[in-house]
């Protein structure tokens, strides 16, 4: 209906949005009775456990396969020797969101973790154990696992396609001319998703069609890659996907040992089940690659920055390319005139990399708030003061303005919540008991993009409603907010509504990640329940009968089930539209995408302040307080949108202090791939966190005015944390996470 629309096409949604509504699935969770992947049971079932590789270079000579195969309650043993052909070669790339896979096609190994056989038995028990009988032989090679051991080659691009390098102005005239110059140098580790939920699947064929249960974040998008590499038709390949325990970016991908469970429920013709242990997420289904990063800040002698110069050193695998596009954090945060954003490859023996929680701006926004400070400190500011001075109102790479940008506002809420104004500038003036207290703050910012999706909502005889879209639910609470637009929509209670969403037979959502499925799947849900209700109010207007007779599309209103007169108080229910008409049912379409060329800079922003404890004696860091506070558009579900920036920010302190891969040197094999050895954030670690939203109305991002949380927590956090320990010990840290034998 046109009225649901303002004067600058801006949706104005009803009274489900921007209501803190109780998570739907919250009960399922609960009780456990939400199924996931590694839940399916189909009868017959089967257990398959991938052998990894245990060196990082070389290739597997022998295998004890007759060992294995004699082993009670074994039915096959795949090996490079049996595996079924797939109808295109894994080490082809067939779109930019596939990564070249390991599917037993040769006896290479290209890192430790790949699989390089797979079990399938009657029991899991029995597959674990011909796994370990196969007690592989191998011809090792020379290896490289670190930055400063890999193979440099140069690149013209980034992840998805994003270009490697970028220069604005003239740096040389602007360095020759400033009055100042600070060089920063930061590294950041290799970090793992390590969700609550390993990856799994469960395939099973019916006849010629194949029905997967895996945890994926991108279902349309994986439907069609499943049937391009198995040689099949979109349209045979079921994919459900309802619930996915965490997974930050991981699951949008594909693997090989995905594909090898599929290719054995076909060989077998039984149904097959793979659920990985935690170890053996470590290498073949992505991560966020090791950065090494240099900044030079050139100000002038009032402190306004004048050049930024931002430069990336980071790992790829030695058979793909995945970089981490670690300099474009600074392209678009502050006022530089001058910028200049460099990108170099290296490529050593490890799993390929992939998108992992605000990928490229993590670990770029955690160097560039280190230098900031730095710069700061260079030209005698308080670091609040010297982001002020150089805030950017305009987009420095593109020279476009921002669709809004609440900055200003997210720094001033968050500065006077933490009590940032009696901050000493010098470091180690603050104690409690014997403990050094620092107070440190990063700026926060993430791009808003848009994907495509589509849905359908179905208006049905009772005046409830049914909507759908293969949205994926990974923890942030889809199910949740995603019906809550949908039923402003629809111009009906939430509690009429049913969500259906987590298989590919519904229409496609496009990918859960971005921080920009809500905005693209959401606007999809929106504009099918518009849909169908325009459809319904055509009915109406027309109908002699209806008290709507008459007043025409744009002449009534909807809302509570009912349409509603706008020149009076005369409503009709939509159930008794409908049964006039003698329909059961309506149903409406919509679509989601960003039309046309970006006309304005679009980001959500924040800034975070952050206070630390450090034992003098144990250079053990503390954060006893964490406060952010961010500008993120329209926010459709308070408490789930709190919930999600209070995530970035905890997993920002395990960025800052705690997670870190590490392979042993010699073998190249990983020594922490478990979560005894590989820390993550635990409810101890976040003794106080808080997350405020600052409104924000944005009419150019979308119709719906809706930006992201899920990512943006962690630009700003870890750089407030580093700048927090210098404060507190003078000591600048120059690597994530921080070490404590570093502030001793």
Known sequence: MDDMLNTQGHVRLGSSAGQPLTRRDGILKVTGAAPYAADARPEGVLHAVTLAAGIARGRVARLNTAAAEAHPGVVKVYTPANTPPLALSPDEKIH?????????????????GQPIAMVVAETLEAATEAARLLAPDYEAEPHRVTLDDAEPFDTETLAFGR??????????????????????????????????????????????????????????????????????????????????????????????????????ARDLDRPVKLALRRDQVYGPTGHRAPTRQTLRIDMDDMGRITALDHDTITLTSSFDEFLESASNASHSLYAAPVLRTTHHGRRADVGTPGPMRAPGEAPGSAALEIAMDEAARAAGLDPLDFRLLNHADTDPSSGMSFSSKALRECYAEAAGRFGWAGRPQEPRQMREGRLLKGWGMGTAQFPCPMFQAAAHATLRADGSAVVETSAADMGQ????????????????DI?????????????????????????????ALFNAGADAVRQLA????????????????????????????????????????????????IRGEGTGA??????????????????????????????????????????????????????????????????????????GRFVNNDLAGYHVPVTADAPMV??????????????????????????????????????????????????????I
């Open 163 to 264: 270009p490697a390098n970028m220069t604005k102005g003239d740096l040389a005239t602007a360095r020759a001319t400033s009055a100042r110059h600070v060089t920063t140098q930061v590294e950041t580790s290799a970090q793992y998703h390590n969700a609550m939920e390993p990856h799994a699947i469960t395939a099973q064929w019916v006849g010629d069609r194949l029905e997967i249960d895996t945890p994926n974040q991108a279902i349309g998008l994986s439907k069609q890659t499943f049937a391009a590499f198995l040689g099949i038709a979109p349209e045979q390949i079921l994919l459900r996907s309802p619930f996915i325990g965490g997974g930050f970016g991981s699951k949008a991908i594909l693997y090989g040992a995905q594909l090898l469970t599929i290719l054995a």
């Open 96 to 112: 930019p969101f596939v990564w070249r896979m390991e599917v037993l096609q040769d006896d290479r190994v290209r890192y430790a």
């Open 594 to 667: 960003r039309e046309g060329e970006p006309t304005h800079a679009m980001f959500s922003h924040g800034a975070v302040f952050a206070e630390v404890l450090v034992d003098p004696d144990l250079g053990q860091v503390r954060v006893s307080r964490l406060i952010g506070a961010f500008a993120a558009g329209r926010i459709i579900n308070p408490a789930l949108a709190r919930s999600q920036l209070l995530g970035g920010m905890i997993w920002g302190i395990g960025m800052a202090l705690q997670e870190e891969a590490l392979h042993d040197i010699r073998s």
């Open 495 to 523: 509690d009429r509504v049913e969500f259906r969403s987590g298989h590919s037979d519904l229409p496609d959502a496009g990918v859960a990640g971005g921080s920009g499925h809500t905005a693209t799947a959401g606007t």
């Open 690 to 743: 808080e997350a405020i939203t600052v409104h924000e109305d944005d009419p150019f991002v979308n119709a719906l005015g809706v930006k992201g949380v899920g990512e943006i927590g962690v630009t700003g956090t870890v750089g407030a944390i580093g700048n927090a320990v210098w404060h507190a010990t003078g000591v600048r840290p120059g690597r994530f996470p921080i070490h404590p034998e570093t502030l």
């Open 538 to 585: 055509d009915l109406a207007t027309q109908d002699p009968a209806s008290p709507l007779f008459g007043a025409g599309n744009a002449g009534v209103t909807a809302r509570s089930g009912r349409l509603w007169r706008n020149d009076d108080d005369r409503s009709e229910a939509y159930e008794d539209i409908l049964a006039r008409a003698g329909l059961d049912l």
């Open 477 to 492: 609470g889809a199910w949740t907010a995603l019906a809550q637009i949908a039923a402003d929509g629809l111009g009906i």
